[in-house]
């Protein structure tokens, strides 16, 4: 089986005056996205099994898939990721977000948010459903702010979740 993150180069989407980059995927980084996102999800939750399926795999998971994984990347540091998880045509799910409590507060989240959905706009996608936990007050005003608004759970993919959004693109 041919590994699909095999090969990529990571790509710069974004930079800014502060030294922080937006890049794609690059195998690399595989560590960070697990290291990232296992340390917020213990934080607060649980690792559920699909977690570790997608963190385990994120190339087959995500990237094979149609997704992509964004991060943040300070010097030689990755502080942050996002991952777009592609849902059907024209719709992608913002999913496993994650600073490095150590750099929170500093607006890297905002910046991913805002490049994952630049990224699905060019990618075609008409919208963009994320599933949180109303507890992480600063994260969901944070997707309020920048245009999501709240659809009603019926398909609640986490035990953790309790809010399902979208931003229509």
Known sequence: MIDPGEGRASRLL?????????????????????????????????????????????EAEILARGGEILFAQLGAEIVGTVALKMEAEGEFELTKMAVDEGHQGRGYGRRLLEAACELARK???????LYSQRSLQPAVAMYFKHGFVELP????????????????L
Do not use: S
């Not at 930079?15 to 697990?34: K, P, Q, S, V």
């Open 153 to 168: 759970l019926h398909d609640a993919r986490y035990a953790r979740c309790d809010i399902k959004m979208q931003r229509v």
């Open 14 to 58: 974004r930079g800014f005056e502060d030294g922080l980059r937006i890049i794609t995927f690059d195998a690399a980084h595989r560590d960070a996205f697990r290291r990232l996102n296992v340390a917020w999800l213990t934080k607060y939750f649980t690792v559920e099994p699909i977690d570790e399926r997608v963190l385990g795999n994120p």
């Open 123 to 129: 990618r075609g996608a008409r919208r963009v459903i």
